[in-house]
């Protein structure tokens, strides 16, 4: 059984516990415990649980209303009963929202019987569990969009970026850890999984080459539980990076991350004071904090996905966009699609940049791709893939094709082949003019043709008389109908 099919059939157990009023989210959470003790059994560390707690025990039992007892009990006790940091994270505050102990004991004979290793002996727990978040975030009512960005984006991300061996990586908002679990994986996909790797060097990239923080109590179970279904043991710090412990977070050679959208609860400023310019705009303050972060070698590198807004804001925005550009080299935006986040509606773009040893006039220029602009809806009818990529990746490479790009890429920026890239998308704008522009970043777009000419490449769209008009149009289909209906 493949690793898609074993995802669907855990997750289509959820309407098997709809009467128990379980929402999806909560199952994702009670599947997180439940996977982890299998997990024990399977990677052979059950040492660390007591031996009324082991999987065995839940499996074997034929009084589901004791076995389900049994289960409260463990979650409960475990984190004061063992010795192994992994499993207190994973059980901290640990409940179950299972009322009913025949449904428990579904999902556990459901999970024993299932195979998770292909033909080829391939341990697929990560894979499945990374489906399982995936469908999660897919849900709209869960509210765990936020913390899952699409994979095809996070594989382009990570592999434009090119980690290296004992680099040290870092995810300030980690979410489900799905950036650092890449980057891990690509670096196995070219070392072998570490195979050939002196002892020392391997522990290196298992427990220390990787890292985050999150600050919400279950996406931290959900990334912990992430790293180690794909045999990573990292340190993913259950906190808040705008707070003085994200200090701390530093010399990294390099970063990637989504930062959560919105202001600081209150409209508050971090209560960190190393900031040059502290805002209650999260994603500025996160921005600020990144590329501080990185090592000021001229090698460490970040790509961050940010809102529009941290492109135009005035005041401190337009502070922060200077310091940017002045203590790293932009070289490169992505506009991206609406609508692959969430939030519907949401205009999201990735900054890509790469710290200078020296504290000014490292961006001399900074060159964009239009991926917004007259492109498909991406939805359940036109899915969000790999290939929506293909043109931004051998613009970004100066030609390279896109299933090279794992394997023969190195991260540098060739600009004189970029120059030579022809496409109405890609197009380069020189530091000069985005001084002239106020340090204004929200450039780059292309004619939008459901516009006619009224927009002018590169220049703000007037979105308010467009969505006005829209508005208007469903008010005048609106009044027909209840018209109708009223005759």
């Known amino acids: 059984m493949s690793a898609d099919e074993i995802a669907n059939k855990l997750w289509n157990l959820c309407n098997v516990l709809r009467d128990d009023g379980v929402t999806y989210h909560q199952y994702l959470n009670e599947l997180t415990y439940i996977l982890f003790l299998k997990l024990s059994e399977v990677k052979d560390f059950e040492k660390h649980i007591p031996k009324k707690y082991r999987w065995r025990s839940f499996v074997d039992e034929t009084d589901n209303t004791e076995s389900f007892q049994r289960y409260r009990s463990f979650l409960a006790e475990i984190s004061n009963e063992t010795d192994s940091a992994s499993i207190k994270e994973i059980y901290a505050n640990a409940s179950t929202s299972l009322r009913k102990p025949v449904n428990f004991n579904t999902l556990i004979k459901a999970i024993d019987t299932l195979d998770w290793y292909e033909e080829s002996d391939r341990d697929v727990m990560g894979d499945i569990y990374e489906s399982l978040l995936e469908k999660n975030a897919g849900e709209k009512k869960s509210g765990a969009g936020q913390y899952f960005t699409p994979r095809p984006l996070i594989n382009v991300m990570v592999e434009l970026l090119a980690p290296k061996l004992k680099e040290r990586w870092n995810d300030p908002a980690a ?45 931290h179970r959900l990334a912990l539980m992430n790293a180690r279904l794909h045999g990573m043991e990292s340190s993913i710090v259950l906190g808040d990076t705008l707070t003085e412990m994200g200090k701390e977070l530093k010399n990294y050679d390099g970063v990637l991350a989504n930062p959560p959208f919105g202001t600081k609860k209150g409209g508050e400023r971090p209560t960190r004071d190393d900031f040059t310019y502290p805002t209650s705009n999260k994603q500025l303050n996160f921005l600020q904090h990144i590329y501080r972060s990185l090592k000021k070698d001229g090698k460490a590198r970040s790509a961050v996905v940010l809102p529009d807004n941290v492109l135009f804001e005035d005041g401190d925005g337009q502070k922060i966009r200077r310091d940017l550009m002045n203590k790293c080299n932009l070289h490169t935006i992505l506009r991206l699609p609406t609508g692959i986040f969430y939030a519907a509606g949401v205009k999201t773009n990735v900054l890509f ?65 970029r120059q030579r890239i022809k496409n109405e998308r890609w197009q380069y704008i020189d530091r000069e003019t985005i001084t002239k522009k106020s340090d204004s970043l929200d450039l780059g777009l292309i004619v939008n043709e459901s516009l006619g000419n009224s927009e002018v490449a590169g220049e703000p769209i007037d979105i308010a008389k467009e969505a006005m008009k829209e508005l208007n149009t469903i008010n005048k289909e609106l009044q027909m109908i209840i018209n109708e209906l009223n005759a």
């Open 353 to 417: 940049f790469t710290r200078g040893t020296t504290e000014a006039k490292n961006t001399k220029g900074v060159w964009f791709y239009d991926m917004r602009t007259n492109v498909p809806n991406y939805g359940k009818r036109t899915p969000f893939t790999r290939a929506a990529f293909n043109e931004f990746i051998e613009a970004y490479t100066g030609g390279m094709k896109p299933e090279k790009l794992a394997k023969e890429f190195d991260g540098s920026i060739d600009e004189k082949a």
């Open 175 to 219: 979410g489900t850890f799905g950036f650092m679990i890449a980057a891990d994986e690509y670096l196995r996909n070219k070392y072998d999984n570490y195979f050939h790797l002196s002892e020392k060097d391997r522990k290196f990239q298992i427990d220390k080459a990787f890292s985050g923080v999150e600050l919400v109590g279950d996406a």
